[in-house]
C-alpha cells in the first residue's frame, strides 16, 4: 500500500497565514492505496511555470477567475466540475485518455518568502473492485488537526 500525506486543519491561507498542506477541499481521496491505482500531484505555482497560458485560460474556463481564487471557487463548485478543472489543467485526457478519475484534493500552503498560496493538487484514481478506502471530508484519517484529530486520535488506528 501507498500513503498520501495527512492534510493539515490548521493554518490561515493569508499573506501572514503559515497553513502547511492545508486542507482546501477532498472528494473520494485515499489515506493509502493500491500499486495498481493511480494518484498524480502538482502545485499550481509549478503548474503556471510550465504552461502559464494553458492555466490561465482553464482556470478562467471553468472558474471565471484567475488562479488565486481556486480555494473559494474549490469550496462552492460541485464535485464534478472541480474534478473537471483538475482534468484540464493536467491534461490527462491527452496523458491518461483510458483513466475513469474518481477523487481528488486540494491543499493550500502560503509560501513564507512571498506569502502568496501554494495549491497542491491532486486527482485519484480508484482501480474497479479495490478496497482502497475514500473519504470526503475534513473528519477523515488522512486529515489532522481540530477536526480530524478528535475524530480519529492514531494514526495506527486500521480504517
Known amino acids: 500500500m501507498l500513503h498520501v500525506s495527512k492534510a493539515s486543519l ?3 491561507m493569508g499573506s501572514l497565514g503559515r497553513a ?3 486542507l482546501i477541499r477532498q472528494f473520494r481521496f485515499p489515506w493509502e492505496y ?3 491505482e493511480l494518484l498524480i500531484m502538482a502545485d499550481h505555482d509549478r503548474m503556471m511555470m510550465w504552461n502559464f497560458g494553458h492555466c490561465t485560460k482553464t482556470c478562467k474556463q471553468h472558474m471565471g477567475t484567475g488562479e488565486l481564487g481556486l480555494a473559494s471557487w474549490a469550496r462552492q463548485a460541485p464535485d464534478t466540475k472541480v474534478i473537471s478543472l483538475l482534468k484540464d489543467l493536467f491534461r490527462v485526457d491527452v496523458e491518461h485518455p483510458s483513466i475513469k478519475w474518481t477523487g481528488y484534493r486540494i491543499t493550500g500552503t502560503v509560501n513564507r518568502s512571498s ?3 501554494v495549491y497542491s493538487l491532486w486527482l485519484f484514481a480508484k482501480r474497479r473492485g479495490s478496497k482502497t478506502r475514500v473519504y470526503s471530508s475534513e ?3 488522512n486529515v489532522h488537526g481540530l477536526a ?3 475524530h480519529f486520535p492514531s ?3 486500521k480504517w
Open 34 to 36: 493500491e500499486d495498481a
Open 148 to 150: 480530524g484529530d478528535r
Open 139 to 141: 473528519l477523515a484519517p
Open 115 to 117: 506569502g502568496y498560496p
Open 155 to 157: 494514526s495506527t488506528t
Open 20 to 22: 502547511a498542506n492545508k
Open 10 to 12: 490548521i493554518g490561515d
